[in-house]
């Protein structure tokens, strides 16, 4: 791999995007209704308090750093699930939603809000549970056809299916759960604190470090399948560790965050044209550029209408969407 030449130097570009992570990181963690000096962030983390620094170090450590930390961790889990399914299905258009994933959340989260009048924790199990079970349901469905073309019609499929009987719950629903309804579908990062990071930091970070360890798979089956049996993978096993792997990264971020699209579509596709398609460094630095994305997102929806709060799932969205459509005026292919 010594000869092949890169649009920009991999260490380059993972040097710079820890460096605009870092920087992103600190400013979500500094601006907001009540702002905090950058000055003054060490001293609050650290050092001694002044008089008058308890309410900023309580506004910095409960509420800006959990969150901050939480909304790097769902855009490197997305935006990593991302390239992977991308590599699965050699489909530059897919996204971990293709396989049942999100809707199987949403399913899950609405079943919990309008069934059983659910608190915070029992929507995120649900959802939980739903983004499994759909998963599961489309790998048993598609695995009867050859290839991964039968995971991606049942994945079709159950989107489907989830999209009704979420329409249907919609329908029966109060005007309170219709609006915690629309809020969870709109994506939102303020249930993050240190409890929920306990739980999903070391969890999302074991599947982040598994799944970019398979690179050496992911770049032989962009050679084709065949092409990568003949060097030697196992194709059903792969495929089905993947996707595994990929729903139980996505699944629980998913159940806490709600709703947040196109960051498994946008970063991997600008990450591959300044790095080429090679998944040893593609992978690591969609990680970063995932993070970063959504830590900015997460900001501008705190900063624009300041001191209300947009959805952050409208923020990507309204990013993604002119995207998708780029993409499918070019047909779909990186150039």
């Excluded at 219709?178 to 990062?189: E, H, I, K, P, V």
């Excluded at 306990?198 to 092409?227: D, I, K, M, S």
């Excluded at 806490?256 to 196109?262: E, L, R």
Aim: hydrophobic residues 60%; charged residues 10%; positive net charge.
């Amino acid at each position: 791999m010594s000869t092949v030449s890169y649009p920009v130097s991999p260490p380059v570009c993972l040097l710079a995007l820890g460096g605009c992570l870092a920087l992103a990181l600190l400013a979500a963690s500094a601006s907001g209704p009540v702002p905090i000096p950058w000055d003054r962030l060490p001293q609050l983390l650290w050092g001694a308090l002044m008089p008058g620094d308890t309410l900023l170090r309580q506004v910095l450590i409960d509420i800006r750093l959990p969150r901050a930390l939480f909304s790097a961790a769902v855009g490197a889990a997305l935006a990593l699930a991302g390239a992977v399914i991308q590599a699965l299905f050699r489909n530059p258009l897919a996204e971990p939603g293709l396989v049942g994933i999100s809707s199987g959340a949403a399913l899950g989260a609405v079943l919990a809000i309008v069934l059983a009048a659910g608190g915070a924790w029992l929507i995120m199990a649900a959802a939980f549970l739903g983004s499994l079970a759909a998963t599961f349901l489309a790998y048993a469905i598609g695995r009867r056809q050859p290839g991964v073309a039968g995971i991606l019609l049942a994945g079709i499929a159950i989107n489907t299916a989830c999209g009704s009987l979420i329409g249907l719950l919609t329908y029966a629903a109060n005007d309170a759960q219709l609006r915690d309804l629309t809020f969870w579908s709109m994506g939102s990062l303020s249930g993050a604190d240190w409890t929920v990071l306990a739980w999903a930091g070391p969890w999302t970070l074991g599947l982040l470090v598994y799944l970019c360890r398979q690179w050496r798979v992911l770049n032989a089956l962009l050679l084709g399948e065949r092409e990568a049996a003949h060097l030697g993978f196992e194709l059903v096993s792969v495929r089905r560790r993947l996707i595994v792997a990929v729903s139980l990264l996505v699944g629980p971020l998913v159940a806490v965050s709600g709703g947040i699209g196109f960051v498994g579509l946008v970063v991997p596709h600008v990450v591959r044209m300044a790095l080429g398609a090679h998944h040893r460094f593609l992978l690591p630095a969609c990680v970063l550029g995932g993070a970063l994305v959504l830590v900015l997102a997460d900001w501008l929806s705190r900063v624009l209408l300041s001191p209300a709060e947009l959805p952050i799932g409208l923020v990507t969205s309204l990013v993604g969407g002119p995207f998708f459509f780029w993409l499918l005026l070019r047909g779909g292919q990186d150039r």
